[in-house]
């Protein structure tokens, strides 16, 4: 059996992925930036309770070529979960957008030259949503423009790496499918203890350094389901050339809500949630449809509130909380 790829595969996202696949039988290739952090995946991966022997461990790097051959070489299935993500916003756009779809194409260059059948990238809802639209009501047919006015440079680097994936892969892709997931606000149980952007929300919220949340409205995927969505995505002949939005049923969240959720079901662990939601106009809940995952891959998410509690409960677990958490 051929290994199937995973970039990324250190990361939230990743970590999930290959413990999943491993659990499923599959043997797995993944494409880490140093070797040095393969401790950390396969302690991961043991988290989620998969046996990691099935498990090989390559050196990969999104912003150079080297590696890539090799990474790819003898794998049928490619999930491309890497991404740069910022702590910040970057005052140069570029420190985001270059990487995210150099790294992107560099990847899907790889796949078709090493004929792997199928790619499976993980993009986002910001490639989809964050251009305003009349009745905020979003599926997979609806494009974030880049131009919008304002747009930070996350979700502009989110819908310009997407949009050249498909470019390239519709003018020369060659036998090699693309397949796209895009997920909203990634939450759920963390199998690493390195803190990414959406746990560590979660923890400030929970320590009490978050005293007032930002004013949102968005949609939530569990990171399980996340990594279910790829798995159904690579598997699906029908799915080939095609977005599929990853988002929780029932209607879209805000953060205040979600400090709420933790505060209601959570006890002495959230009492230092916050309870104010930063000052300004109400925003528009936005409508966001899984009916395409749901009907064509069979796929069925958590509900939100168990994502949830599930999310802070894995930093309680991991010790990730600090000594007063």
């Known amino acids: 059996m051929s290994p199937v790829l995973v970039t990324g595969g250190s990361g939230y996202v990743g970590t999930q992925l290959i413990a999943a696949l491993l659990r499923a039988g599959s043997p797995v290739r993944a494409a880490v930036r140093s070797t040095a952090d393969e401790g950390d995946v396969r302690a991961a991966v043991r988290r989620g309770g998969a046996d990691d022997?099935?498990?090989?461990i390559v050196a990969a790097n999104l912003t150079a070529d080297d590696g890539w051959p090799a990474a790819l070489a003898g794998c049928e299935e490619v999930h491309h979960v890497a991404s740069p993500i910022p702590a910040?916003?970057?005052?140069?756009?570029?420190?985001?957008?270059?990487?995210?779809?150099e790294g992107t194409l560099r990847v899907l260059r790889a796949a078709r030259g090493a004929g792997a059948r199928r790619v499976v990238l993980t993009s986002s809802f910001a490639a989809i949503g964050y251009t305003p639209k009349p009745g905020a009501e979003f599926t997979e047919d609806d494009w974030t423009d880049p131009d919008t006015p304002g747009l930070a440079p996350y979700p502009r680097s989110k819908a310009i790496a997407e949009r050249a994936a498909w470019d390239l892969m519709e003018r020369d892709g060659g036998d090699t499918e693309l397949v796209v997931v895009n997920p909203t606000f990634i939450l759920g149980p963390t199998l690493t203890t390195a803190l990414r952007s959406s746990m560590q929300l979660i923890k400030v919220m929970l320590d009490g350094t978050m005293r007032v949340v930002p004013r949102a409205r968005f949609g939530v995927a569990d990171v399980r389901d996340v990594a279910d969505l790829h798995i159904r995505a690579m598997a699906a002949p029908g799915a080939a050339g095609k977005r599929f939005l990853a988002v929780a049923d029932g209607p879209t969240t805000s953060?205040?809500?979600?400090?709420?959720?933790?505060?209601?079901?959570?006890?002495?662990?959230?009492?230092?949630?916050?309870?104010?939601?930063?000052?300004?106009?109400?925003?528009?809940?936005?409508?966001?449809?899984?009916?395409?995952?749901?009907?064509?891959?069979?796929w069925r998410p958590r509900p939100v509130e168990t994502t949830i509690v599930e999310t802070a409960q894995s930093l309680r677990d991991l010790g990730l909380l600090g000594t007063e958490g």
């Open 88 to 101: 910040v916003q970057p005052e140069d756009p570029d420190e985001l957008i270059v990487p995210a779809r």
């Open 255 to 298: 953060f205040l809500e979600v400090a709420e959720t933790l505060g209601r079901r959570l006890g002495a662990l959230a009492a230092r949630v916050p309870t104010q939601e930063a000052p300004g106009d109400d925003l528009p809940r936005p409508i966001i449809h899984n009916e395409r995952a749901r009907e064509e891959l069979g």
């Open 53 to 56: 022997a099935g498990l090989e």
